[in-house]
Every structure is written in C-alpha cells, then in structure tokens.
T-cell receptor, first 111, second 112 residues
C-alpha cells in the first residue's frame, strides 16, 4: 500500500452537489490527519484537521476510520470556489516533523 | 493573519549554478520546513529544522542541499549545483507549538 493514496479524479460536479473524497494511509502509528486545499500553482492551505473519529466545519465533514486506515472528506452544497485539488496529508509516525502528502484529488465545480 | 513569506517568487538559473531560496517564517514559530513540488506531482518533504539544527531530512535532501537560519528571522535553502531535475516549486513552512503547519506561497525554480 502507498503511504497515502487518493483517487486522482477529476470530479466534475454541478454547483450544489455533494461530493466525497477518499484517502487511505499505510502508517498505522499516525494519530492525526489533515485535509489541505491547493489551488493551481499555489501553496497548500489547511482545510481541516482530524484527530478523533471526525470533524465538521460548515459544509465540510471529515471522517476517520482507524481500523481501515481510511479518511474521507465530504463537501456539501458545492460552490464554484470549491474548485481546487484536495490533499490528504498524514504525519509520518507520531510527530509532525514530516508530512506525507497524497497526490491529491481534483475537484471542478461547474455552474 | 501572520504568514510565511518567501523570496524570490520565481527564479531561472543555469544548470550548475548555486541558488539560495529565502524564507521568513511566522515570527513566534519554532519548527521550520522545506518541501518541494515538481510540476504535476505531489508535495514532497525535504527537511525539517528545529533548535538550529536539522531534525529530519528525506533522501532527496542530499549533499547538494543545505539549510541555514543565519539570523533570528530568515531560513534559507541552498542548492549548491543545480540540476535540471531540481526544477520545482519550493515551499517553506513553519509551525508553532500546535500541530498546524503553515506554508509560504512558494518559490518557483526553473533550471535551464
């Protein structure tokens, strides 16, 4: 299994749709997880942190299944401005010195 | 909102030349990082730096690379003799006492 694996997409959805991204990770020692958003040729920006079973922030919900080593991100009521690449990020082991990035899932929201 | 700043935003250099990429981390942060992203590929860890020394580095970070914190505010990445495959976006990042790592806007390096 790759360290962090994501469906590359692209996901093309209309405004208002609900879309879900999946991510699997290989290091069972990882305790926390992150979803970052990256716009084209820009820096990654933190979207959500996930420490326990899940986290919700407005239209965004992240869920964690430690037994399956699986993380998901759900976006409800998609906006045009949600178009970006979503990066699943897992710290290497228990610390935060080294983040392992997934290749990202590209989302395109159209009118 | 405090931010990580990087210079230059874009640099073109000839193969074999030395390059220094500069970063000003967020002022009260203690942990500093360099990551890179080759066009079309994923973000990759290069090095982490804490208490004036490297705490971890990847296999990419070979003898051609070095980092330095020459004063209380700057954090630099030096590539001694650039190769074509060093062309990438280089992101500086920093972290305080929490878990969140903040990234700068990046420096595009093009080696010709």
């Amino acid at each position: 299994r790759k360290e962090v694996e994501q469906d590359p997409g692209p996901f093309n959805v209309p405004e208002g749709a609900t879309v879900a991204f999946n991510c699997t990770y290989s290091n069972s020692a990882s305790q926390s997880f992150f979803w970052y958003r990256q716009d084209c040729r820009k820096e990654p920006k933190l979207l959500m942190s996930v420490y326990s079973s899940g986290n919700e922030d407005g239209r965004f919900t992240a869920q964690l299944n430690r037994a399956s080593q699986y993380i998901s991100l759900l976006i409800r009521d998609s906006k045009l401005s949600d178009s970006a690449t979503y990066l699943c990020v897992v710290p290497n082991g228990g610390g935060y010195n080294k983040l392992i990035f997934g290749a990202g899932t590209r989302l395109a929201v159209h009118p | 909102e405090p931010e990580v700043t990087q210079t230059p935003s874009h640099q073109v250099t000839q193969m074999g030349q030395e390059v220094i990429l500069r970063c000003v981390p967020i002022s009260n942060h203690l942990y500093f990082y360099w990551y890179r992203q080759i066009l079309g590929q994923k973000v990759e860890f290069l090095v982490s730096f804490y208490n004036n020394e490297i705490s971890e580095k990847s296999e990419i970070f070979d003898d051609q690379f070095s980092v330095e914190r020459p004063d209380g505010s700057n954090f630099t990445l030096k590539i001694r003799s650039t190769k074509l495959e060093d062309s990438a976006m280089y992101f500086c990042a920093s972290r305080g006492s929490g878990n969140t790592i903040y990234f700068g806007e990046g420096s595009w390096l093009t080696v010709v």
